[in-house]
């Protein structure tokens, strides 16, 4: 439609400097010069041409700038550009691009000053020199390795840089300037990338299907299908388009709700109200699918029925069988007193029946309420193991409940990505043709892991190894669908699980898990008078402030977390609250105001898209980085911030030091686009609180936060809390929470797996 606007510019253009560029938001400022006709130019500019003398300047060439959102452009490349000219009165003279098409250079003199603004000018010489069409081969995808023999100067890494800059400049820059109404970025599409690896396939693939696109995170159906309905119009009635509804919205519902199923009728609710042009047919395709799973009135995707069944029937089976693992009640009994002289109490009647029962069992699934000693047990069960000479693997879903395993057990955990030998996404060394060597494979916490993640550890575990699994399924349900283990719970008899439910002595002394226990059953802890201040337990651990203004809360929040890191250390103490973003009582705001006021006098820091990281700062990393060895959930602080060399341009970068139980430490780099991985960690949402636990733990609740309020997110909040726990609340938002119960969720392994 542009090339029909009078306003619309065309022109090539070689870009010859990049002012400013941000990968998330897709703005940028970048020099450039045409030889074609533009309203507004200079003859001259500051900034020099790339890779020639300056002061022979072609007279022809004309200089400007480009300033808006746009991909990611190379200096030195030449690239097809739409654009609007604007006068803007700070920048002056400036173009608005609309679209741009990078132009792959075909002559060896193009192609070679590409090659200069990636490497070192002898290095490109050397490179074209044996490979005079090495641009255009490989964005044609006809030349993927070189001898590195034949090119001095060029290695592996030198090489992989080469190939990432070319195929992302014409090619993966195609497909984002395709995807432009939509603000796809090159961030997002790794997604797609990990699918379809090859960027030319991947084009074609969009070009024929876009609504692949669906499997972008932040891309509802409703965005993508606009975009798929203007490519190719003949689409609105399509199978093809019914298909692609289904698939995203039950993907949605497991993925935001949790849900593995719904009812048929509530199915074709959905299907009428957002792609009515399809609902004729509806009944054909639920008669004629092989991706769905329907049973009676109920339907949902066929992976996800398979993944629930699977872990069901793998557990069924194994709970079955004996392996070749004894060990004497002479030796269990010695390895309890040896664990009971460590920790400085006797287990009660309750807890020594559920370690001789998971000694004896293939499987043991065990579960209780907060205070009853999960933990506590885990010490003499590990201890009976490891004393009589088996191996052992224990696992968590993140690198902070891996963490307390060790410290409660002395026995050295790890995510449970790290003990498959995680290599990238759903890929592991340890898989079901490659199984883990080890006697007795125990999953803490397993109330996180969601029914995809589970059944990769389960496939990795040998038939002759026992497994453990320990837990409270009345803690927060998993990111993700499939709620495992609390169904497990539920699915299996006393044979297999053990429930803890009497509390400890020193549990009973505890406000915070007394009252926790009770938030756990919707009876509310408050019995007196509501008041500004109220303590409950012997050990006067449980602190409640009830305030009416949201502010008043934050700013008691923050000036609690100041005083409590002066008296127990700042990674002693954390607030907790159950939104990041998007309120004031959210992790984002939280995290801000203290990072300030511990490090506001600190002058170097480094800008991500959302947060600014000063020089000292405590970071959490929020995502799995296989390339980088570094996880969700693990902990560290930024310990230098600079800068270097980065081809014609310097890049700025951060060092962020973690270090985990034992001591040992582990550098990471950042770099500024890097920087979405990390958040600061002053304050955390619940969820990734979860697992995990601090000496002193101040929460916040609001109504603000009235959809995720319910008993199960309040009664973990106060069980993170160690020694003390401070909970500010607007009133209204704390009965919700009493008053609403967890819902639970609708899965194929409750439904089905009690009929078989």
């Excluded at 959102?69 to 920048?91: F, P, S």
């Excluded at 002058?603 to 991500?608: K, N, R, V, Y």
């Excluded at 570094?630 to 911030?641: A, L, M, Q």
Aim: net charge negative.
């Amino acid at each position: 439609m542009f090339e029909n606007d009078e306003d619309i510019l065309k022109f090539k253009a070689v870009i010859t400097y990049e002012r400013y560029y941000n990968s998330d938001t897709t703005w940028g400022v970048y020099g450039f010069y045409t030889n074609d006709d533009i309203p507004q130019y200079t003859k001259e500019t500051k900034m020099d041409l790339p890779f020639e003398d300056s002061k022979e300047v072609d007279p022809d060439k004309k200089f400007s700038s480009l300033a808006g959102k746009m991909q990611e452009l190379v200096v030195g490349g030449e690239y097809m550009i739409k654009a609007r000219y604007k006068y803007d009165k700070t920048y002056g003279h400036q173009y608005t691009p609309i679209a741009i098409y990078a132009l792959i250079p075909q002559t060896k003199e193009s192609q070679l000053m590409f090659l200069q603004s990636i490497i070192s000018p002898w290095i490109a010489e050397n490179l074209i020199s044996v490979y005079p069409n090495v641009v255009n081969d490989v964005a044609n995808g006809t030349l993927k390795e070189i001898d590195y023999d034949l090119v001095k100067g060029v290695r592996e890494l030198t090489w992989n840089r080469i190939k990432d800059k070319i195929i992302n400049n014409y090619l993966i820059s195609d497909i984002i300037t395709m995807l432009k109404p939509l603000g796809v970025t090159y961030t997002m599409i790794k997604k797609l990338l990990t699918d379809e690896p090859n960027p030319a396939l991947l084009k074609q693939q969009l070009e024929e299907n876009p609504y692949i696109l669906t499997k972008i995170n932040g891309l509802g159906f409703k965005k993508v299908d606009d975009l798929a309905l203007k490519l190719k119009p003949e689409l609105i009635n399509t199978t093809e388009r019914l298909v692609a509804f289904i698939k995203y919205y039950f993907t949605d519902l497991g993925e935001s709700s949790g849900h593995t199923w719904c009812s048929v009728k509530i199915l074709k609710s959905a299907i009428s109200n957002s792609v009515p042009e399809c609902a004729d047919k509806t009944d054909w395709l639920l008669e004629n699918n092989e991706f769905l799973h329907i049973s009676e009135d109920r339907v949902g995707l066929k992976y996800y029925h398979d993944i629930e069944m699977q872990i069901y029937n793998i557990l069924l089976e194994k709970s079955k069988k004996q392996t070749d693992i004894n060990i004497s009640d002479e030796k269990i009994e010695q390895a309890i007193r040896h664990a009971e002289e460590e920790q400085g109490f006797q287990y009660v009647v309750e807890q020594l029946d559920t370690i001789n029962k998971s000694l004896h069992r293939t499987i043991s699934l065990i579960t209780g309420k907060a205070g009853t000693g999960k933990t506590s047990i885990m010490r003499a069960i590990v201890k009976a193991y490891t004393e009589n000479q088996f191996t052992l693997t224990a696992s968590a879903l993140s690198a902070m409940a891996a963490q307390r395993i060790t410290e409660a057990t002395s026995f050295p955990a790890m995510t449970i990505h790290r003990t498959l030998g995680c290599k990238g996404l759903n890929k592991f060394d340890f898989n079901k043709d490659n199984h883990l060597i080890t006697s007795v494979a125990f999953l803490d916490e397993g109330s996180m892991v969601n029914a995809s993640l589970f059944l990769h550890w389960l496939e990795a575990i040998d038939d002759n190894t026992r497994i453990i699994i320990s837990g409270d399924h009345k803690q927060l349900p998993p990111i993700g669908f499939g709620n495992v283990f609390s169904d497990l719970i539920e699915m299996f008899d006393d044979t297999v699980v053990s429930k803890l439910v009497k509390p400890m002595r020193q549990a009973e002394k505890s406000g915070i898990l007394v009252d926790a226990n009770l938030i756990r059953e919707n009876i509310n802890p408050i019995t007196e008078k509501l008041q500004p201040r109220i303590i409950h337990g012997e050990l006067q651990d449980m602190y409640y402030m009830f305030r009416t203004n949201r502010q008043s809360l934050f700013d008691i929040a923050v000036k609690t977390f100041l005083k409590s890191v002066e008296s127990d250390g700042i990674d002693n103490v954390v607030i907790t609250v159950p939104r990041r973003k998007d309120c004031l009582n959210s992790t984002n705001e939280l995290n801000k105001t203290i990072q300030e006021k511990l490090l506001g006098d600190v002058l170097q820091s480094i800008s991500g898209f959302e947060m600014t990281f000063k020089l000292g700062a405590k970071v959490m990393q929020t995502v799995n980085d296989y390339d980088k060895n570094v996880f969700n959930g693990e902990i560290g602080y930024i310990t230098e911030i600079s800068e270097r060399q980065n081809g014609k341009k310097k890049e700025e970068y951060c060092v962020v030091t973690y270090t985990d139980i034992f001591g040992k430490e582990k550098l990471i780099e950042y770099t500024k686009k890097e920087l979405t991985a990390l958040d600061l960690a002053y304050a955390m949402t619940v969820h990734k609180l979860q697992g995990a636990g601090r000496k002193i733990v101040i929460g916040i609740i609001d109504n603000t936060h009235h959809q995720l309020l319910d008993n199960c997110m309040l009664y973990t909040l106060l069980t993170r809390a160690k020694k003390r726990c401070l909970l500010l609340a607007e009133p209204q938002a704390f009965l919700q929470c009493i008053r609403t119960s967890h819902n639970k969720r609708n899965t194929w392994m409750m439904l089905e797996g009690k009929v078989a």
